[in-house]
């Protein structure tokens, strides 16, 4: 039987809304810098902070802050739309046979390990802020790709594909370095119940439910709130729970166009109705119709391009809203020059730098990989700078690695330095190259 489930995903699209939101974001980002240090700063803090929303009911509490509920639970949700890109990836895109990975897994390793190194190389005499050593090791995709797009023509599609790739490599790492090491003590009664529940949502998946509706209750009403409860960050639930959504169709491709093409024929025989109104057989065949888009679709892909559009829109601005008011009391200098922003600027300009260049060049040169059509190694080097850019995920990593205020405020005056220098780097350059 003749199945192509994953091959329909529209990668210019995905790109393009990408580049769109990325404008949104740095838009978002612009007004948080100014609202947090403006005489506006106590309605910025009593908003996020202060409003507590939620229920309770007996020994049931989900009540928190504003700014808790977008940690917590928005950002579950943009966790869930990257394992459905993860998971994409991996059966039928840039990440599906060992040839096309090769390149941009070796690519996000090296973005990851060595930005690592350089934060802990420069923390190491300070025991304190060692833990922020996760913060450089993530790429923003969104701010990446936006300012790719401002060079319009002069960059070719495959080095945005290669970007994306790298991306969502990147994304994968983070999701497992904030499993491992962002979680302080972990409750694995919860844990059990979350894996019951999992194992009813593979166990669907195998049995062919394909009604999203299902994996949405029992994934939130199970495993994300177990999650919430078990002391394991719950976004890791939003990229467990896309993991066991099917990407499979439930009809062949052949079949589809066959049985598309009889009922176009019948709605066109069809005697038309005296007025605007179909018929009631014009009707029945529209029905068909859809239910049988609706056999031909792969639940994963449909829910990826229903949710990407919100988290990129809607999602990652309100992040950005409430997490990148940074409100500087003091010198600005100092914060700059302290170990954990020295560390986490020198991670992310110049470990994501050293790091992708220099094991792309390795994958390349061991034949494991080749680089893709049209792209130059300059251009893959103005990348690398660009994937300096880490934003949205380090933002996210700097609460969960510091319970210390003070710190969480340096590491995002850092962040913000570290992804400033990296973008004008790599625009320079990217604009200069060939």
């Known amino acids: 039987m003749k199945q192509k489930p994953l091959q329909s995903f529209n990668v210019a699209r995905f790109i393009s809304e990408e580049t769109i939101g990325g404008v949104i974001l740095i838009a978002a980002t612009l007004v948080a810098l100014v609202w947090a240090n403006s005489s506006f700063y106590d309605t910025y803090h009593y908003i996020w902070h202060d409003i507590i929303i939620g229920v309770q009911w007996g020994d049931f509490n989900m009540k928190g802050n504003i700014h808790h509920f977008i940690n917590d639970g928005l950002m579950a949700v943009f ?23 090769s390149m941009p897994i070796a690519a996000a390793i090296g973005g990851m390990v060595v930005p690592a190194c350089i934060y ?65 003590s972990i409750d694995f009664n919860e844990l059990m119940t979350a894996a019951f529940f999992m194992t009813v949502l593979i166990g669907a998946n195998y049995a062919g439910v394909r ?8 994934g939130l009403l199970g495993v994300w709130i177990a999650f919430v409860y078990s002391g394991v960050h719950a976004t890791i639930a939003g990229v467990l729970i896309a993991l066991t959504i099917p990407a499979r169709t439930k009809i062949s491709e052949t079949y589809y166009v066959i049985r598309l093409r009889r009922l176009i ?25 859809e239910e049988l888009n609706e056999k031909a679709h792969t639940p994963l892909q449909k829910l990826e391009h229903a949710l990407h559009p919100i988290t990129t829109f809607l999602i990652l601005p309100i992040f950005a809203l409430a997490n990148a008011g940074v409100h500087i009391e003091g010198s600005i200098m100092d914060m700059l020059l302290h170990p954990i922003s020295l560390g986490i600027i020198g991670g992310l300009v110049l470990g994501k730098f050293l790091g992708i260049s220099l ?3 390795l994958t390349v040169k061991l034949k494991l990989a080749t680089l893709p059509e049209g792209v130059s190694w300059n251009q893959i080097y103005g990348v690398s700078f660009l994937a300096g850019i880490g934003f949205t995920m380090s ?40």
Do not use: C
């Not at 966790?79 to 990975?101: N, P, Q």
């Not at 594909?161 to 904030?178: K, P, R």
């Not at 024929?265 to 119709?289: C, G, M, R, V, Y």
């Open 395 to 434: 933002m996210f990593i700097s609460d969960l690695a510091f319970a210390d205020a003070a710190f969480k405020q340096i590491a995002k005056v850092g962040i913000i330095a570290a992804s400033l220098l990296s973008a004008t780097i790599g625009m320079v350059w990217l604009a200069r190259s060939k």
């Open 265 to 289: 024929h019948k709605f066109d025989k069809e005697p038309p109705n005296e007025n605007n109104l179909l018929t009631k057989n014009q009707a029945h065949i529209l029905s068909d119709i």
């Open 79 to 101: 966790f869930f739309t990257v394992g459905l890109e993860i998971k994409r990836e991996i059966m039928g895109g840039e990440l599906s046979t060992m040839k096309k990975a």
């Open 211 to 218: 009604r999203t509706v299902f994996y949405a209750a029992v």
């Open 359 to 361: 094991l792309s060049r």
């Open 120 to 184: 802990a190389l420069v923390a190491i005499n300070n025991p304190e802020y060692i833990n922020g050593w996760g913060i450089p090791m993530a790429t923003d995709i969104a701010f990446a790709l936006g300012l790719l797009a401002m060079l319009g023509k002069r960059v070719n599609i495959n080095l945005k594909i290669f970007l994306t790739a790298l991306a969502i490599a990147d994304d994968l790492g983070a999701v497992m370095v904030i499993a491992i090491f962002y979680t302080e």
